[in-house]
């Protein structure tokens, strides 16, 4: 049985209707074009679990899938296997996943791959290629970049998190103003002191949204009050 057959398994065609809708899919939308097969995450990490030890060649062929899910579970085979990885194959996990950004193409393939495999392997290497990956044309990438800094906001390393925020401050695109926003979130978590320097300088400028998840966690009268500024 093929890993996409295992999917289908756990399909759910209520799922498979709400999906598409959910993530754009739409003419026009982030996700445009996007198929789904309606099986939820934990069935797709199951699968993936099932499937850590799969030869490269494999993941690679089912990140070219039309089906999301099947996308899904590549990047999920890939962080399972990064935990347990040499230094040498955390390398060609990096690799290949950096060869196919472009089938990491929706904010969830983003969000539950980024941090297990881009911000693990960066936590004890320079940071360039963060800065580099949010210089890129593709939004994708940018959002990576992005998501990826939430490992090392959790190890208490929180500069490259405002430095990017300072770099894309100016984003045109709303995906990328909530990621921003959810990461400046979790570093206020560990230093509300630095998050608040950072809107001091920054939240006329800010989108409304990034400022929104940005301050989310604050108390009522404190959200009202930078809101209103």
């Known amino acids: 049985m093929s ?10 065609p209520v799922k498979r209707e709400f999906l ?13 074009g996007d198929q789904f097969l309606g099986v939820v995450v934990p069935y797709t990490r199951l699968v993936a679990k099932r499937h850590k030890t799969e030869p490269f060649e494999v993941v690679a ?11 899904l579970c590549a990047l999920l085979m890939l962080v399972e296997r990064f935990k347990k990885s040499s230094e040498d194959e955390r390398r060609q996990i990096v690799d290949l996943y950096l060869s196919q ?4 193409n929706n904010w ?13 392997y960066l936590t ?6 963060l800065y580099r990956l949010s210089a890129s044309d593709l939004l994708w990438e940018q959002r990576i970049a992005v998501v990826s800094t939430y490992t090392l906001i959790k190890r208490g390393e929180l ?19 909530k990621a921003v926003g959810w990461m400046l979130r979790e570093v206020g978590k560990r230093d ?6 950072f809107l001091e300088k920054y939240n006329k400028r800010m989108p409304r949204t990034m400022l929104r998840y940005a301050i989310e966690k604050f108390p009522d009268e404190e959200r009202k009050r930078w809101m209103a500024r």
């Open 108 to 120: 969830d393939l983003v969000d539950l791959s980024a941090p297990g495999i881009i911000g693990e």
């Open 159 to 177: 500069f490259d998190t405002i430095a990017l925020a300072e770099r894309l401050l100016h984003h045109k695109h709303d995906l990328m103003h």
């Open 3 to 12: 890993i996409q057959q295992e999917l289908e398994q756990y399909a759910d």
């Open 124 to 129: 004890d290497k320079p940071r360039d290629l």
């Open 101 to 104: 950004t472009a089938r990491i």
């Open 61 to 71: 062929a089912l990140l070219q899938s039309p089906w999301h899910e099947c996308r």
């Open 192 to 197: 509300k002191g630095l998050l608040e320097q």
């Open 20 to 32: 598409p809708r959910f993530f754009k899919t739409g003419k026009g939308g982030y996700g445009e």
